[in-house]
């Protein structure tokens, strides 16, 4: 049991390196012991550019996430439920003018297994896009938007930790903001 936040601190040993202002580099080790030792190793690369009215951006995250010195010695050495060893995305907005742009952006999830390794959950790909237009209401300074996630309708699996869940279907978000 954790009675300070000195042994909280203890329990959590981080370590990030960041590299670069148009694009970020993250090396990241973290381990966490309770009843279990779960370790995070993994490198993230992101980057983002501005080319006239187009702003690009990107990423990807390889995790290594195992579980160690666990009572249960069957289960050492297998990944930890539900985290996918390769994330990514990429997105791109164009600005037309300073008031309105539209953006899409593509996310990839790479496949995870469950139940310390019995199943096998797998990779999904979603694409979303949207529009956002700014005005004024009397005075008011407004910015309208429209998001659909998921455009293509795709059903893929969701995992966190033993549980998986099915996707949300394509899905649209209108909203505004009042800028008072």
């Known amino acids: 049991m954790i009675n300070t936040i000195e042994e909280l601190i203890a329990q959590c040993k981080n370590k990030i390196e960041i590299v670069g202002s148009l694009y970020e580099l993250a090396l990241f080790f973290n381990k966490r012991n309770d009843s279990v ?3 995070y190793k993994g490198v993230e690369l992101s980057a983002s550019a501005q080319l006239n009215k187009w702003n690009l951006m990107g990423g990807v995250m390889y995790m290594d996430a195992k579980v160690n010195d666990a009572q249960d010695k069957s289960i050492n050495g297998t990944r930890i439920n539900g985290l996918s ?3 990514g995305v990429l997105g791109v907005e164009y600005a037309a003018d300073d008031k309105f742009s ?7 999830n790479g496949s995870a297994t469950i139940k310390n390794e019995t199943l096998s959950v797998p990779s999904y790909c979603t694409l979303d896009m949207g529009v956002k237009y700014k005005t004024k209401l009397s005075n008011t300074p407004v910015t309208l938007s429209a998001m659909c996630y998921n455009v293509t309708g795709k059903d893929y699996w969701i995992t966190s930790g033993n549980t998986t869940i099915l996707s949300n279907p394509r899905t649209v978000m209108l909203s505004a903001e009042f800028d008072l």
């Open 85 to 87: 060893k390769w994330n």
């Open 37 to 39: 030792v779960l370790e």
């Open 102 to 108: 539209a953006l899409g952006r593509v996310l990839y």
